[in-house]
């Protein structure tokens, strides 16, 4: 099994920025990929980005050139680094966590961008 606490969440003002963080702990070894998705009320979870192993890292359109993800494997950690936040952006982030058999998630934490 897998466990992964999120922590970041805020209330931000458009163009503002934000770093969440997500600590995995567990079958740290089994992990193939770990991720950021987000969710709003009546819409399904989408993805925001990830990052396997080998360090590639991938992004969904609408936050490309403004969110990075990083991976700290010492810390057994990922990051998601928001810039230049919009009232769009506004949701449940969700971290993930991939293994061979299975996908782990964690709790969630709230982001609120304001107009």
């Known amino acids: 099994q897998v466990q992964l606490v999120e922590s970041g969440g805020n209330l931000v003002q458009a163009g503002g920025s934000l770093r969440l963080s997500c600590a995995a702990s567990g079958s740290i070894s089994s992990i193939t990929s770990m991720g950021w998705y987000r969710q709003t009320p009546g819409k399904q979870r989408e993805l925001v980005a990830t990052i396997i192993n080998g360090g590639s890292t991938t992004y969904a359109d609408s936050v490309k050139g403004r969110f990075t993800i990083s991976r700290d494997n010492a810390k057994n950690t990922v990051s998601l680094q928001m810039n230049s936040l919009k009232p769009e952006d506004t949701a449940v982030y969700y971290c993930?966590?991939?293994?061979?058999?299975?996908?782990?998630w964690g709790q969630g934490t709230q982001v609120t961008v304001s107009s």
């Open positions: 993930n966590a991939k293994t061979r058999l299975n996908f782990w």
